[in-house]
């Protein structure tokens, strides 16, 4: 490895070893772009490195809020604004009882690159609350978010930062913050929140954005390594947001979803019903285990579904970070994997990465294959500004040319630096970094 990368990488160590996750996540993008810092000694004396991986501000707020029977219940909240060099900060907000510090960071260093993959004017950030909405009434979730955003408003704005939803944080969840932020600023500042509902500023084809760019990213990368998409078998594990549309478009694209999972346990059917699945998780908000009964058909399994022999073609990940290990990648592939993509952000860790890659394994990073989520909600910023609404089809078209664009320069950074035709991870890194390296020289010490 390059001495400057493994001198800084050692630095954070050092300075954030209580965060993992964020370690885990610049261990992967920094060790796989140091042919960069080869042909660019001068960037040690610029300390672009150290610009990189630093926050420019983290904020940390008390969020109390009042459940329905008068208690008054106390959580964290985070905004993270990483990097605003391509322009504003932007990235989702997730309520999750795993969510602290080291994770918003981990999520936010993550977005910088992934927004700067979309070719949109966007910065990263991240920000979210240790909060469950598990088996909350809606009367809760609502003073949650009021609460939340009764300090987060102080820090975003339509040119400054636009949160959007992740875990825990759909469109009601939006619906709500974005009310209280309204009434707060007594302005309707349409481009401050994104994932809003259609009939007050969102945009058509957001819901379903993560799920369907990840599979016009799967198309792009089947196309470029001539392999035929039909009839493969394809396990998605999560069935939330972007498992869904992931699910619901591969199955349109002619492959064969057999898996699906949540939190608890996870289905095997032959004759996959998302249907059954988005009632399940959409509407009732309840566990997969009652696929079965309303199906009619398939099995339900408690546990991981990386943990079970099925076999498979095609691996997309989209439920939660660092669910498949070293072993959990090699019974992936045993079981006939040729290509693994991410939904979700940071689902496999390192060692399964690099697993894949030894193994010729077609692997797809986040930050390239689930980017079309935060490109769509750039796409609603762009009709929030102009007053106007484009159709399903209109915003879909975009994603699809986003998603095309990602891939291609995926693909250049590849070419340009001579590496095997299945590392994509090193070609998304290489890309998006590059591109926030250069907007930092290019303003002088940002
Ligand atoms: P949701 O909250 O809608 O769904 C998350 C899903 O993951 C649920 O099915 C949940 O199960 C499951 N899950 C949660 N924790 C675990 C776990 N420990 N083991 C197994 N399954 C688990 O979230 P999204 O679909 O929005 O997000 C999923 C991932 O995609 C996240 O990593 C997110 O950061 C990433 N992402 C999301 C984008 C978006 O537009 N929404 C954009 C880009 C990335 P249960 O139903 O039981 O809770």
Redesign the pocket.
Same mark, same amino acid.
């Given at each position: 490895m390059n001495s400057y990368v493994s001198r800084v990488l050692d630095e954070m160590r050092s300075k954030d070893a209580s965060q993992p996750e964020f370690l885990q996540a610049v261990e992967e993008v920094l060790s796989s772009v140091d042919m960069i810092f080869e042909k660019h000694p001068e960037y040690e004396k610029m300390a672009v490195l150290e610009r990189l991986v630093e926050p420019e501000r983290m904020i940390q707020f008390k969020v109390p809020w009042s459940d329905d029977n008068g208690t008054i219940h106390v959580n964290r909240g985070y905004r993270v604004q990483f990097n605003n060099c391509l322009g504003p900060y932007k990235g989702?907000l997730?309520f999750?009882p795993s969510v602290n510090l080291g994770v918003m960071k981990f999520?936010a260093f993550e977005q910088i690159f992934k927004n700067a993959l979309t070719t949109l004017p966007i910065g990263g950030a991240k920000g979210g609350s240790d909060f469950d909405p598990?088996d909350k009434s809606d009367a809760e979730i609502m003073r949650f978010c009021q609460s939340f955003m009764v300090e987060l408003y102080r820090h975003i704005g339509a040119d400054v930062d636009v949160p959007?939803?992740?875990? &825990?944080v $759909?469109a009601r969840e939006i619906g709500y913050l974005y009310g209280y932020y309204r009434r707060i600023r007594g302005n309707s500042e349409r481009g401050v929140i994104t994932g809003k509902g259609i009939g007050y500023g969102g945009s058509l084809g957001r819901k379903e954005?993560?799920g369907f760019g990840l599979i016009y990213f799967v198309m792009e990368m089947c196309k470029a390594n001539n392999i035929a998409v039909t009839n493969k078998r394809t396990i998605v594990? &999560?069935? $939330?947001?972007?498992?869904i549309y992931a699910a619901s478009k591969a199955m349109e694209m002619g492959m064969k979803v057999v898996a699906m999972?949540?939190?608890?346990g996870y289905i095997i059917d032959e004759n996959l019903d998302i249907n059954v699945v988005k009632r399940i998780?959409e509407v009732e908000r309840t566990?997969l285990s009652k696929y079965v009964e309303y199906a009619g058909h398939g099995e339900y399994h408690e546990g991981?579904v990386y943990d079970a022999d099925i076999a498979c073609e095609f691996v997309l990940p989209?439920?939660?970070?660092n669910?498949i290990n070293l072993e959990r990648a090699k019974r992936i592939v045993k079981n006939g994997c040729v290509l693994v993509a991410e939904?979700?952000?940071?689902?496999n860790n390192n060692e399964a990465i690099k697993y894949y890659l030894e193994n010729n394994i077609y692997f797809a990073p986040?930050k390239a294959a689930?980017a079309g989520?935060?490109a769509t909600s750039a796409l609603e910023m762009s009709q929030n500004s102009m007053r106007l609404s484009w159709s399903f089809e209109e915003v879909d078209e975009k994603l699809q040319g986003i998603m095309t664009a990602i891939h291609k320069q995926c693909k250049d950074a590849m070419k340009e630096y001579d590496l095997a035709d299945n590392n994509y991870v090193a070609g998304a890194n290489i890309a998006g970094v590059s591109k926030v390296i250069d907007a930092m020289i290019a303003m002088g010490d940002y």
């Amino acid at each position: 490895m390059n001495s400057y990368v493994s001198r800084v990488l050692d630095e954070m160590r050092s300075k954030d070893a209580s965060q993992p996750e964020f370690l885990q996540a610049v261990e992967e993008v920094l060790s796989s772009v140091d042919m960069i810092f080869e042909k660019h000694p001068e960037y040690e004396k610029m300390a672009v490195l150290e610009r990189l991986v630093e926050p420019e501000r983290m904020i940390q707020f008390k969020v109390p809020w009042s459940d329905d029977n008068g208690t008054i219940h106390v959580n964290r909240g985070y905004r993270v604004q990483f990097n605003n060099c391509l322009g504003p900060y932007k990235g989702g907000l997730r309520f999750h009882p795993s969510v602290n510090l080291g994770v918003m960071k981990f999520l936010a260093f993550e977005q910088i690159f992934k927004n700067a993959l979309t070719t949109l004017p966007i910065g990263g950030a991240k920000g979210g609350s240790d909060f469950d909405p598990k088996d909350k009434s809606d009367a809760e979730i609502m003073r949650f978010c009021q609460s939340f955003m009764v300090e987060l408003y102080r820090h975003i704005g339509a040119d400054v930062d636009v949160p959007a939803g992740d875990m &825990g944080v $759909g469109a009601r969840e939006i619906g709500y913050l974005y009310g209280y932020y309204r009434r707060i600023r007594g302005n309707s500042e349409r481009g401050v929140i994104t994932g809003k509902g259609i009939g007050y500023g969102g945009s058509l084809g957001r819901k379903e954005a993560t799920g369907f760019g990840l599979i016009y990213f799967v198309m792009e990368m089947c196309k470029a390594n001539n392999i035929a998409v039909t009839n493969k078998r394809t396990i998605v594990s &999560g069935s $939330g947001n972007v498992a869904i549309y992931a699910a619901s478009k591969a199955m349109e694209m002619g492959m064969k979803v057999v898996a699906m999972s949540d939190s608890k346990g996870y289905i095997i059917d032959e004759n996959l019903d998302i249907n059954v699945v988005k009632r399940i998780k959409e509407v009732e908000r309840t566990s997969l285990s009652k696929y079965v009964e309303y199906a009619g058909h398939g099995e339900y399994h408690e546990g991981s579904v990386y943990d079970a022999d099925i076999a498979c073609e095609f691996v997309l990940p989209c439920a939660t970070q660092n669910e498949i290990n070293l072993e959990r990648a090699k019974r992936i592939v045993k079981n006939g994997c040729v290509l693994v993509a991410e939904g979700a952000n940071m689902p496999n860790n390192n060692e399964a990465i690099k697993y894949y890659l030894e193994n010729n394994i077609y692997f797809a990073p986040g930050k390239a294959a689930n980017a079309g989520g935060v490109a769509t909600s750039a796409l609603e910023m762009s009709q929030n500004s102009m007053r106007l609404s484009w159709s399903f089809e209109e915003v879909d078209e975009k994603l699809q040319g986003i998603m095309t664009a990602i891939h291609k320069q995926c693909k250049d950074a590849m070419k340009e630096y001579d590496l095997a035709d299945n590392n994509y991870v090193a070609g998304a890194n290489i890309a998006g970094v590059s591109k926030v390296i250069d907007a930092m020289i290019a303003m002088g010490d940002y």
